[in-house]
Nanobody
Framework: QVQLIESGGGLVAPGNSLRLSCVGS????????MGWFRQAPGKERALVAN????????WYADAVKGRSIITVDSDNGATYLQMNNLRPDVTAMYFC????????????????WGRGVQVTVSA
């Protein structure tokens, strides 16, 4: 089973940017869809963005639309989430996920989960 490993989180001031990375290790991801979820304290895990393996037609939750960009590097089994103009309300643990299709991602039918990376936006 492929392990997804996230990186790039941290503590940043409002208005700054972060780029989250997710790389698969221990095997080949294959032609899968990738997604990013986040979970804030006391809240359910929610889908933030997803993208098919070929990179066309990414989808974003309204909460991040216009301030985030998801990309995929299928050759290297990686996905990235660029988050700009960060606000405190995006503070959460961010999880990378892989599934056969974007529909599976949206239905939370996830094949592989990462362990998560913390993003904290605070002055």
């Amino acid at each position: 089973q492929v392990q997804l490993i996230e990186s790039g989180g941290g503590l940043v001031a409002p208005g700054n940017s972060l780029r989250l990375s997710c790389v698969g290790s221990g095997g080949t991801l294959g032609s899968v869809a990738m997604g990013w979820f986040r979970q804030a304290p006391g809240k359910e895990r929610a889908l933030v963005a997803n993208i098919p393996w070929h990179g066309a037609g990414p989808w974003y939750a309204d909460a991040v639309k216009g301030r985030s960009i998801i990309t995929v590097d299928s050759d290297n089994g990686a996905t990235y989430l660029q988050m700009n103009n960060l606000r405190p309300d995006v503070t959460a643990m961010y999880f990378c996920a892989a599934a056969p299709t974007v529909a599976d991602i949206r239905n939370s039918e996830i094949r592989d989960w990462g362990r998560g990376v913390q993003v904290t936006v605070s002055a």
